[in-house]
């Protein structure tokens, strides 16, 4: 996911660095897929950028974070992408959380790092249809976070991926918007369907 991001930011104009513990991994698809982004450990990374995008399993999101290190996230806008996804097998196509519908796991990790601003979004489409997919009519990208001017500069990201943005407040909203990825993968584990995505309808 965090690599078809990464190709996207290239496509419109942004400097991109990857985080990995492992760079030796990554050398020959950046070399031959994303030539003008650059590598780094998780801190590296999120020392390098003024917006940063949290692409890693739920499970694993804390101890990405730590990686990065506080420090390196104070002030900065998280693009946060991560789905607090169980270890579990999916039920009939269903998956598992591990947070609960009162508490979800952008609303943890703010918690944690009070001084960075977290903004939930690309959770719930796949990583093939993120940067302008080819629907008719724009797909939706649910938001939320608590930092409007955050909120703002991720809108501005959206709409160069050529979606249409629906803010839904602050990041309590993340416990309605990360189940979203739950539903955006029945089709796809129940029939191998994953060429959709949501919509707003409004009158
Ligand atoms: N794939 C999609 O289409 C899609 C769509 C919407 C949302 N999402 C969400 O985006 C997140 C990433 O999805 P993905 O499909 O890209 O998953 P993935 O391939 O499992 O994620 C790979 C990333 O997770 C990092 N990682 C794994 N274990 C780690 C650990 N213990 N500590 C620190 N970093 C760790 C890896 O770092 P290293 O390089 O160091 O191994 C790598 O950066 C998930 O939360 C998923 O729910 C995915």
Redesign the pocket.
């Known amino acids: 996911?965090?690599?078809?991001l990464a190709k996207g930011f290239l496509k419109h104009g942004h400097e991109v660095t990857?985080?990995?513990?492992?760079q030796s991994?990554?050398e020959e698809w950046k070399n031959k897929e994303a030539a003008g982004a650059k590598l780094g450990s998780?801190s590296e990374t999120a020392a390098f950028g003024k917006i940063v995008v949290?692409?890693?399993?739920?499970?694993?999101?804390k101890?990405?974070l730590e990686?990065a290190g506080a420090e390196n996230l104070k002030g900065k806008i998280i693009i946060d992408?991560?789905?607090?996804?169980a270890d579990a097998q999916p039920e009939n196509g269903v998956l598992k959380f591990f947070t609960t519908m009162n508490e979800s796991l952008m609303e943890q990790l703010q918690n944690i790092y009070p001084e960075a601003y977290f903004v939930k979004a690309?959770?719930?489409?796949?990583?093939?249809l993120?940067v302008n997919p080819p629907f008719k009519s724009k797909p939706t990208m649910f938001i939320c976070g608590n930092n409007e001017g955050a909120k703002k500069e991720v809108t501005q990201i959206i709409d160069q991926f050529g979606w249409e943005t629906a803010d839904m407040g602050g990041a309590e909203a993340a416990r309605a918007i990360e189940p979203l990825?739950m539903l955006?993968c029945i089709p796809g584990f129940r029939e191998n369907s994953w060429a959709h995505a949501f919509k707003l309808l409004k009158l």
């Open positions: 996911m965090a690599q078809d990857i985080g990995t513990r492992d991994k990554l998780f949290l692409a890693v399993k739920g499970t694993a999101a101890s990405a990686l992408a991560a789905n607090p996804i690309f959770n719930s489409v796949g990583n093939a993120m990825c955006w």
